[in-house]
């Protein structure tokens, strides 16, 4: 045998061999090192690595027997870390560092116990600020596995009582999937496949609606409808709709991972597991997002998009685009599994079609301006009425770019920036000329689109009005005098209180965008709550003493608008 088949031989051995070895290592965490972190039945209303709005879900989703007040104790020894309170996302939010290196999060509470309570209260009055998110002394709050530490809830961002709950790596804060530690939670059921969608990748995820096969089960194997498909064009990549079930549960939870295989050779994958926040924006380039804007379901790549920079991906041979050369038919192999290692299969086979003329963009008719805008690259607009740039890690895919003015009937114009179906990984900075408002430090710039609205202080500068926002759509100058409402919710001036356990308010603004809520009770200041960013009320406790009071709340929004009132009660 020659040198050079010797090298051949040597080289199809390696290929078969990785082929064939595990594709994502095994993980090493500590088994049954934690306790399931709620006293109710061991049961998940999600779990980690879930598709939602803008972000994977970053933890499992504890059920709580559909209640409130369910005990939450410690998975494991350690010191409560910090606390955060917020309105939405955790809510009530602790955070427990362990001797092994790793912090557990516990989210949506209601009441700390005592202690705990007591002493962020303490802290909330010494910073004037209900909204906290503070580190706490190493020691101060020891902990012991199964120690009670709060009682559940549904404060922030929850939409029903559970429990949230992530295990972090406390050097690097990447969160890590729960499911790989050992949790009680049965599950032999392998994933469910539903859909296989085929995108043309000679063109962009974004000017394209993919194609999709039908698939079905046949002795325990997926399979298209038919077998081979038939594709015109070059270059394709694929993606899936997949959910997975644990035993005796018909919820539909995320998948843990896939893996693309051509002709038995891995190409590459992705698993659900150690993401930080930082990171899971990027969601939006995991799946179609046009797609589901549009009203579509989540389908999920198995390719990486070009500004998506590998995150959850591992790639073998690589980004996951398939190259159709010749009339050769691809076998390719879907492998995707859940948390306990079951495994489901999609098996097809490819082929190129006939070619079709590529529409260029002369082609195309698009409303006053369109340019071409590249992930990796600053990408600019400008006028003379509007200004704005995406920095460099903005976009996940090339797209050409929409641009329209409209001049309605009152108020200022309109800017059609593109649209919804193009996700941005960051903030990006617009700029509107104007030299006709009255107020200039009145101003603000309103993004609407799809029935949702986002409001910003617009900075004056030199005949420039600017903002930061993170979506397309259109942007419009609002010139804003009008200052916020102020409503007593079950209150009326000079009331005696005896019978009230609480006061609250309803705080309405035309932007929707307060940056200030100040109590004061008889010149001193007040906690007043504000979950979900509804309501503010306090609770009467040792700061509101029986006799007499004055209350005075004052309120601004984002360009100072302020309203103040005084209300007078007898406790």
């Not at 179609?288 to 920079?309: A, C, E, I, M, N």
């Not at 059609?416 to 200039?440: C, E, G, R, Y």
């Not at 710039?445 to 930061?468: P, Q």
């Amino acid at each position: 045998m020659n040198v050079h088949k010797l090298i051949a031989v040597w080289y199809f051995l390696i290929i078969f061999i990785s082929a064939h070895a595990q594709f994502f290592p095994a993980k090493k965490y500590p088994q049954n090192y934690f306790q399931w972190p709620v006293i109710a039945k061991h049961a998940l209303a999600a779990n980690f690595g879930e598709l939602r709005p803008n972000h994977f879900h970053m933890g499992l989703d504890c059920k709580t027997d559909q209640r409130e007040n369910v005990p939450v104790v410690a998975a494991a020894d350690g010191y409560i870390a910090k606390v955060k309170i917020e309105s939405f996302g955790f809510g009530r939010c602790i955070y427990i560092n362990h001797p092994n290196g790793l912090t557990t999060l516990y989210a949506h509470l209601n009441e700390f116990y005592p202690a705990l309570e007591k002493y962020i209260t303490t802290q909330q009055y010494q910073l004037q600020s209900w909204k906290i998110f503070i580190d706490i002394p190493e020691g101060l709050f020891t902990v012991k596995k199964g120690q009670e530490i709060a009682y559940s809830g549904n404060t922030g961002g929850s939409q029903g009582p559970h429990t949230h709950f992530e295990i972090r790596d406390t050097k690097t804060d990447k969160v890590l999937n729960p499911l790989l530690f050992g949790f009680p939670i049965a599950d032999n059921i392998p994933p469910d496949i539903l859909r296989l969608a085929v995108y043309d990748r000679c063109i962009s995820t974004y000017e394209q609606t993919p194609k999709f096969y039908p698939i079905k089960k046949i002795n325990g194997v997926y399979i298209t409808t038919p077998a081979v498909l038939v594709y015109n064009t070059d270059r394709v990549s694929f993606a899936i709709t997949a959910y997975d079930r644990y035993t005796g549960s018909t919820n539909k939870n995320g998948i843990y991972q896939a893996v693309l295989s051509d002709d038995e050779i891995p190409v590459i994958g992705f698993q659900m597991d150690s993401i930080s926040y930082d990171e899971t924006r990027y969601l939006n380039a995991h799946i179609d997002y046009k797609l589901r804007s549009t009203g579509g379901p989540f389908v999920q790549h198995l390719s990486r998009l070009p500004g998506y920079t590998r995150g959850i991906y591992k790639e073998a041979a690589g980004d996951g685009v398939i190259d159709l050369e010749n009339d050769k038919v691809h076998q390719i192999k879907i492998e995707v599994k859940d948390a306990n290692g079951n495994m489901s299969v999609l098996k097809f086979g490819i082929k190129r079609g006939a070619e079709q003329e590529k529409q260029s963009a002369a082609d195309t008719t698009l409303t006053h301006q369109q340019k071409e805008f590249h992930p990796g690259f600053i990408n600019i607009f400008e006028n003379e009425k509007l200004h704005f740039f995406l920095p460099e890690i903005s976009l996940y895919d090339s797209f050409r770019f929409k641009y329209n003015e409209i001049i309605p009937a009152a108020g200022f114009p309109v800017y059609q920036i593109h649209n919804t179906t193009v996700p941005l990984q960051t903030m990006f900075s617009v700029k509107i000329k104007d030299t006709t408002a009255t107020h200039p430090d009145k101003m603000v710039m309103h993004r609407f689109a799809n029935n949702k609205n986002d409001y910003a202080r617009a900075k004056y500068e030199n005949g420039w009005y600017k903002a930061s926002f993170r979506e397309f759509g259109n942007f419009q100058l609002l010139e804003d005098t009008i200052p916020p409402t102020i409503t007593p919710i079950g209150y009326r001036e000079g009331m005696h209180a005896g019978k009230l356990n609480r006061l609250a308010f309803v705080i309405t603004d035309n932007t929707e965008e307060l940056v200030n809520f100040t109590a004061l009770l008889d010149g001193k200041w007040l906690r007043f709550s504000n979950d979900k960013g509804k309501t503010f009320i306090y609770k009467f406790d040792e700061h509101c003493l029986p006799g007499k009071h004055e209350l005075k709340i004052s309120v601004a929004d984002c360009v100072g608008n302020t309203t103040e009132k005084i209300y007078h009660f007898t406790r």
